[in-house]
């Protein structure tokens, strides 16, 4: 298709649709075409490092062409839709209903509405039992295939795992011939880490995992987006998997066994990047990168590299315990903006509580290295609505913001300080071991911001929250069943789009839906029998569920359990996917 140029400049950001990038793929003639779909917007799509390697990973196939699409933005919504334009990709204008596959990545619970959408903009049912030999086959993985039941009805097949290892999506390939998609499907049920729900009869999907970092399938390029991403910069994944066994975090538990990838293969990936893609800025990427082994010496080596290239070294957010000096000094010279902690909670009780591993004098001290570096400005991150807390861990998230502001001005602090203090609300995930917990009312929620909110008096102190009626609607869909997907549909249908993003979120209209669908928002957010079967319990991630139940008990004994890298905890990870103790040491 050729898109009428007054009708991109008829609406905000028209290069989100135009394509073009530099080290975007081109191919003629490929057998299978495969629309990778990111359910939001292009500058949040192309900031998501799994799009970068599946699209060169599906694209080294000879036979395959994978294209990319966004949800397009409201504007252009109601463009498409008043001209007759169906989605289309970016790489070759072509309609997205031509292609063989439309993967969607589910990256997070509030973008359900996003997925139907698009695939009704391209003409294609949402519902995979009305779709005929005529149509894609669509699948989905990521973060909330995990718990795939509330998109079960709209999807045909999920990949459960890591889409690049050996048994990955090559394996699903190798099956496919056009024709009859009832007989593909059959064909592909017993694979690794694929769950067809309409041909599902019970049995355990266990997950595909990369085992080695360094032989696993890593891009030699990425693509460079023609507008400002939300992160724009060259990405070296330093390892996967996380040992740290924080009780509310779903990544932690879902990816493990933790897997290094070598200094050595991060230094030429980061040369190749560099060259490649003319990005002056590199992000170290992963769960924990403080954790990572050769974390000193890489930041030193790239630095020195990069250091007349003016090329910068970012790091996520980063635990304060891992944080030195030395590090901070070399990095100081590359950038000196703002450092992101996350204590996640104010008090010593209920951070023993998460297994968050950390004292209060290790994050005071961490600050005051990072306020000796050179920093004045502090972001931390915390979350309200844990099991067990009390109004007194609340008010313990304002006296450790003080405290810190305390800091700052005993290491002799120049300038005037900034400590940020960002609030999220806690919301129970699959396969962690608070799967079981009860979530916090949208009206305790209010009332906890609130007293936090009266609790912080120093103006140095930036106080932010998030709106917290997201985060129980995404409580509700993150440990969803089937017939959650009868809400997500409603909701689609009276105009949901969007929801990820506070200004279109309307949990007024996610009520109704509910509603409407003979269901309860409140039957998914409260508390789970711990003795009864869970709607994701067919999927297996490697860690067992009496590990998650031991971890759910020492919490509210108040016990930590020690880091991977010190000692194994048996969650049976590293059994599981027979890794040889690659686990250890991370």
Known sequence: MEIPEKILMSVEKPARYIGGEVNAVEKRNAAIRFAFCFPDVYEVGMSHLGLQILYYFINQRADTYCERAFAPWRDMEGVMRRQGIPLFSLETKEPLCNFDFIGFTLQYELCYTNVLNMLDLSGIPIYSRARTNRHPIICAGGPCAYNPEPMADFVDFFFIGEGEAEQGLDAVFDRYAKGNRREFLEKIKD??????????????????????????????????????????????????????????????????????????????????????????????????????????????????????????????????????????????????????????????????????????????????????????????????????????????????????????????GKRQPNVSVSVSSFVPKPFTPFQWEAQNSCEEFSRKQQLLKRAIKNKRIKYTYHDSRMSVIEGALARGDRRAGQAVARVWELGARFDSWSEFFSYELWERAFTESGLAIEEYTGGRDISRPLPWAFISTGVSEEFLRSERRLAYEGAVTRNCGESCAGCGADAAFDAGGICRGV
């Open 191 to 412: 694979l690794p880490g694929i769950y067809v729900p309409s041909c599902h009869t019970g049995g355990t999907v266990k997950k595909v995992i990369v085992r080695d970092m360094d032989k696993a399938f890593t891009p030699d390029r990425q693509i460079v987006p023609v507008i400002e991403a939300v992160h724009d910069r060259a990405m070296l994944e330093v390892f996967r998997g996380c040992g740290r066994g924080c009780r509310f975090c779903q990544a932690g538990f879902v990816c493990r066994p933790a897997r290094e990838r070598s200094p050595d293969a991060l230094r030429n990936q980061a040369e190749t990047l560099i060259a490649r893609t003319g990005y002056e800025e590199i992000s170290l990427l992963s769960l924990s990168t403080g954790d990572y082994t050769g974390f000193q010496p890489l930041a030193q080596v790239l630095l020195d590299r990069f250091a007349g290239d003016n090329v910068n070294l970012s790091l996520p957010s980063t635990r304060v315990d891992a944080f030195t000096l030395r590090i901070m000094e070399k990095i100081q010279g590359a950038r000196k903006s703002g450092l992101t902690f996350a204590p996640e909670a104010g008090t010593q009780r209920l951070r023993d509580v998460i297994n968050k591993g950390i004292t209060e004098e290790e994050i005071l001290n961490g600050c005051g290295l990072a306020f000796e570096g050179g920093w004045s400005h502090v972001k931390l991150y915390f979350m309200i609505g844990l099991p067990t807390e009390t109004d007194e861990d609340i008010l313990g998230i304002a006296d450790l913001a003080e405290k810190i502001l305390g800091v700052y001005y005993k290491r002799g």
